[in-house]
């Protein structure tokens, strides 16, 4: 093998290794648990408005996926389970999406939450 065809495979191979590297390297789904606490008597009231948003982001968000559930121990608490195909996805779903959900439908009424909701972000480890 001549100098100049060597050069050229050790190109091509390490341009191969470095795009297989970053392929690995992307990130898959994110899945984001949020809990949310009404507050008492206004359980309903948040469903409503949370049935609103639930149909609104799965026009907006075709890709991603949206949960809704209500605790069977403690029925004034809400679960939204989310799943989106990337972190831009997510991204876009804080900054955009949910800007435009607010620009339709108002903020989210002052009182109905009872406390701060708790949230939690996952990487998906594998498939």
């Known amino acids: 093998m001549g100098n100049a065809m060597l050069k ?18 992307q990130p898959g789904p994110i899945v984001v648990l949020v809990k949310v606490f009404p507050a008492a008597g206004r359980e309903d009231e948040l469903q409503a408005l949370y049935f609103k948003r639930l149909e609104f982001l799965r026009k907006a968000e075709p890709d991603a996926t949206f949960h809704l559930h209500r605790s069977v121990k403690e029925p004034s608490t809400f679960l939204w389970y989310e799943v989106y195909p990337s972190q831009a996805a997510y991204d876009n779903h804080l ?19 009872a406390k701060p909701s708790e949230s939690e972000t996952f990487n998906e480890l594998g498939r």
């Open 8 to 25: 050229s495979f050790l190109v091509a191979t390490s341009l191969i290794c470095l795009t297989t590297l970053a392929a690995a390297q």
């Open 95 to 113: 900054k955009v999406v949910m800007a435009n959900f607010r620009k339709e439908f108002g903020p989210t009424p002052d009182g109905i939450i």
